[in-house]
C-alpha cells in the first residue's frame, strides 16, 4: 500500500525535475598553472582581468578625451589669435571691439569648465562601464543587480543623448571660424595669382570683417586691402589661428563620435543589466521552490520514519 506522503514525494519528483538525486561526473584532470587546491595561476588571472575590461568603453575614453583636448587647447589658442589679428588690422579702437573681448573671454572660461567636466565625466562612464561588464560576465554567478543600479545606467544614457546633441551644436558653431578664416585665405591665394598675372591690381580685393557681424559696422578700419591684406596673410600668426580652429573643428567631430559610441555602449549596457534583474528573480524563485521542496521532502521522511 502506498502511503500519502510517498504519494506527495512522487508527485513533487515528477513536477521537478532539479529534485532528481545528484549523479557525480568524472572530473578532468587539471591542466596548465592551476593548483590541486584550485587556486589560479598568473596567467589565468591575468586573462581573466583582461576578460572583465570594458574596451569598448576604454576606446569611446580614450577617444572623447582626445577630441575635448583638441577642442579645448587648440580652440583656446585660436581665439587669442583671433584677437590679436583683430585688435591689430581690423579694428584699431578698443571700444569697438570690446564686446567681442568680453565674449571671447568668456569663451575660454567656458572650454576651462568643458575640460574639467568632460574629463571627469569620461572616467565616470569608464567606470560605469566596468561596472556593467562585471554584471554581464558573472551573470549567472552571485552577482546582484539594484534598481538603483539600472536607474543610474538609465541616468547616463539619457544624460550622453543630451551633451551629444550639444557637442554637435558645437561642433557648427566651430566650422564658423574656420569658413571665415578659409575665406581670407582664399582671398590671398586670388590676390597672388592676380599680381602674377597683372591683369587687376591688388588693391580692389578686400576683405571686410564687419560683413561677418564681429565688429561693427563704424569699426575702423574694418576691412583690409591690398599690400595690408597680403601681409595679414603672410604672417605667422594667421596661418596658425587658421590650422588651430581646423584641428579644434577636428577635435569636437570626434567627440561628436566618441559620444555616439557611448550612447551604444550605455544602451547595450542598460538593456544587459535589465536582462540580469529578471535572470536574478528567475534564480531567487527557482532557489525558493527548490528550498520549498526540500523541506516537502524532510517533512515526508520524517513521516514515513514515524509510520515505520
Keep these: 500500500v502506498i502511503t500519502r506522503p510517498e504519494m506527495e514525494i512522487g508527485r513533487y519528483h515528477w513536477m521537478y525535475s532539479s529534485s532528481r538525486p545528484h549523479r557525480y561526473h568524472h572530473v578532468p584532470a587539471l591542466r596548465g598553472n592551476v593548483s590541486p ?15 572583465g575590461v570594458p574596451y569598448a568603453s576604454l576606446v569611446a575614453t580614450i577617444l572623447c578625451f582626445s577630441g575635448v583636448a583638441l577642442f579645448c ?13 583683430l585688435e591689430q588690422h581690423f579694428s584699431t579702437t578698443a571700444s569697438d571691439h570690446a564686446l567681442l573681448s568680453e565674449v ?10 568643458i575640460a574639467s567636466f568632460f574629463f571627469l565625466y569620461g572616467i ?9 561588464t562585471s554584471a554581464v560576465k558573472e551573470l549567472h554567478g552571485e552577482f546582484k543587480t539594484t534598481a538603483c543600479g539600472r536607474c543610474i545606467s538609465g541616468m547616463f544614457v539619457f544624460l550622453t543623448y543630451v551633451l551629444g546633441v550639444a557637442w554637435l551644436g558645437v561642433f557648427g ?23 602674377t598675372n597683372v591683369t587687376v591690381p591688388g588693391d580692389q580685393i578686400c576683405v571686410d570683417i564687419r560683413q561677418y557681424g564681429i565688429i561693427p559696422w563704424n569699426a575702423v578700419p574694418g576691412k583690409a586691402c591690398g599690400p595690408i591684406l597680403e601681409n595679414i596673410c603672410n604672417t ?18 570626434a567627440t561628436v563620435i566618441a559620444l555616439i ?22 534564480q531567487d524563485i527557482k532557489a525558493k521552490e527548490e528550498q520549498e521542496l526540500q523541506d516537502i521532502q524532510s517533512r515526508s521522511k520524517e513521516q514515513l520514519n514515524s509510520y515505520t
Design 37 to 51: 587546491l584550485g587556486i589560479q595561476g598568473c596567467f589565468e588571472c591575468c586573462i581573466k582581468c583582461l576578460g
Design 124 to 132: 565616470i562612464l569608464l567606470a560605469e562601464g566596468f561596472y556593467t
Design 104 to 113: 571671447i573671454q568668456l569663451m575660454q572660461y567656458v572650454i576651462y569648465g
Design 173 to 195: 558653431f566651430s566650422a564658423v571660424p574656420v569658413f571665415m578664416f578659409y575665406n581670407i585665405w582664399s582671398t590671398c591665394e586670388v590676390m597672388k595669382s592676380l599680381q
Design 261 to 282: 559610441h557611448f550612447l551604444m555602449i550605455l544602451s547595450s549596457n542598460w538593456a544587459y543589466l535589465k536582462d540580469a534583474s529578471k535572470m536574478q528573480a528567475y
Design 73 to 85: 587647447g587648440c580652440g583656446h589658442v585660436a581665439l587669442t589669435g583671433t584677437v590679436s589679428i
Design 236 to 253: 605667422n600668426e594667421f596661418y596658425m589661428s587658421y590650422h588651430l580652429f581646423i584641428v579644434a573643428c577636428a577635435g569636437a567631430g
